[in-house]
């Protein structure tokens, strides 16, 4: 792997072989436009990060796309944040700070949800999430107990239903 990307790179001789891969590449007319901060932040090993040098503009821009796309939709919220965090690697400037996170994330939650979190006004990502889950949690017991109650009704119904049968 390393041969061919020194090969692509061009040679590794005299000033030349002191700049990164990716400077050269680029000396040699490939695009790399915002890759390299990406696979920097990226927890991979050196040799991974050799192979991402590889990831074009497109997949980049798409991911941009996706991030400024997403919404919660049938995820809980824990896949919801995972899913916002990878993606959000690729849209470096539009989510910088951590308020810009928690406007990002509220806005794709589902709306059930955001009526109970957005009220509050959440500045700190770490807790809107926690806030998230835990709103996330008394709705899925709120539902349960909802059908819990219909179960009952329909029991109630059934048995007074027959009896009225007469």
Same mark, same amino acid.
């Given at each position: ?23 050269? *590449?680029? %000396?040699? @007319? ?5 890759? +390299? ?5 990226? &927890?991979?090993?050196?040799? $991974? ?39 959000? *690697?690729? %849209?470096? @400037? ?5 308020? +810009? ?5 509220? &806005?794709?939650?589902?709306? $059930? ?54």
């Amino acid at each position: 792997m390393m041969c061919v990307l020194e090969w692509v790179a061009g040679a590794s001789t005299g000033s030349v072989a002191r700049k990164s891969i990716p400077e050269r *590449l680029q %000396a040699n @007319g490939a695009e790399i436009f915002g890759v +390299e901060w990406i696979i920097d932040d990226l &927890d991979c090993t050196a040799e $991974e990060k050799l192979k991402g040098v590889y990831v074009g503009v497109s997949y980049v821009d798409a991911q941009r796309k996706a991030f400024l796309n997403l919404v919660q939709g049938n995820k809980s919220v824990a896949e919801y944040e995972a899913e916002f965090l990878r993606l959000s *690697l690729y %849209a470096r @400037g539009i989510a910088a700070t951590d308020y +810009e996170r928690c406007v990002r994330f509220d &806005d794709g939650l589902r709306d $059930e949800l955001r009526v109970l979190i957005a009220p509050q006004r959440e500045r700190d990502f770490a807790i809107l999430v926690e806030k998230a889950k835990i709103a996330e949690e008394v709705k899925r017991s709120e539902r349960q107990n909802r059908d819990k109650d219909r179960g009952r009704n329909k029991r109630n119904f059934g048995l007074s239903g027959s009896a009225g049968g007469f």
